[in-house]
Nanobody
């Protein structure tokens, strides 16, 4: 099993910055790509960004240039640096890690989520 624990959410004003962290533990050999999803109020959960073990990143278009995902493998932690936050970024942010095919268990792992609220 893999555990993902997010931290760093909060209430900020439009234009502010915030950094989220996701610490992963347990059978971490069973995951490689780790990423962020978010669920705005009343909407479906959506992809935000991912980072591979080697540091390759991918972003949804709406956050490209404002958000930066990074990874510290020694600390088993990924980060999401969010700049120029807008009210539409308000959501519960979840950490996600698909299970590698060599391992058994759930298809993917999720954290409990951390709330980010951006006021206008």
């Amino acid at each position: 099993q893999v555990q993902l624990v997010e931290s760093g959410g909060g209430l900020v004003q439009a234009g502010d910055s915030l950094t989220l962290s996701c610490a992963f533990s347990g059978d971490t050999i069973c995951i490689s790509t780790v990423g962020w999803y978010r669920q705005p109020p009343g909407k479906e959960r959506e992809f935000v960004a991912t980072v591979t073990t080697g540091g390759r990143t991918d972003y949804t278009e709406s956050v490209r240039g404002r958000f930066t995902v990074s990874r510290n493998n020694a600390k088993s932690t990924i980060y999401l640096q969010m700049n120029s936050l807008q009210p539409e970024d308000t959501a519960v942010y979840y950490c996600n890690a698909p299970r590698d095919s060599d391992c058994r268990g759930p298809d993917e792992y999720w954290g409990q989520g951390t709330q980010v609220t951006v006021s206008s």
